[in-house]
């Protein structure tokens, strides 16, 4: 069972900047597509980006596109999120997937307007 832990999260005001970290336990996170989802009170988690072991082939959903940027550094197991232009409905807890039941156990985002 790979162990993800986030970290980063935070309070920030609109338009502001954070960068989301997972750390991966396992020895596979280099062969790995690693992913972000989020979950915002009330709502169902969501699909947020993802980034194939493969050429670090990226996608995003539509909603973070422009603003969002996922990354991976494999030395250090470790996934990112970069996050600009934060927009209150960014508030959400951010959680990292590493395919099949591999959650994290969250890092929590808010955006005051």
């Known amino acids: 069972q790979v162990h993800l832990v986030e970290s980063g999260g935070g309070l920030v005001q609109a338009g502001g900047s954070l960068r989301l970290s997972c750390a991966h336990s396992?020895?596979?996170?280099?062969?790995?597509?690693m992913g972000w989802f989020r979950q915002a009170p009330g709502k169902e988690r969501e699909f947020v980006a993802a980034?194939?072991?493969?050429?670090?082939?990226?996608v995003y959903a539509d909603s973070v596109k422009g603003r969002f940027t996922i990354s991976r550094d494999n030395p250090k197991n470790t996934l990112y999120l970069q996050m600009n232009d934060l927009k209150v409905d960014d508030t959400a807890v951010y959680l990292c997937n590493a395919g099949a039941d591999n959650w994290g156990q969250g890092t929590q985002v808010t955006v005051s307007s």
């Open positions: 980034i194939s072991w493969i050429l670090d082939n990226t």
């Open positions: 396992g020895r596979r996170f280099s062969t790995t597509t």
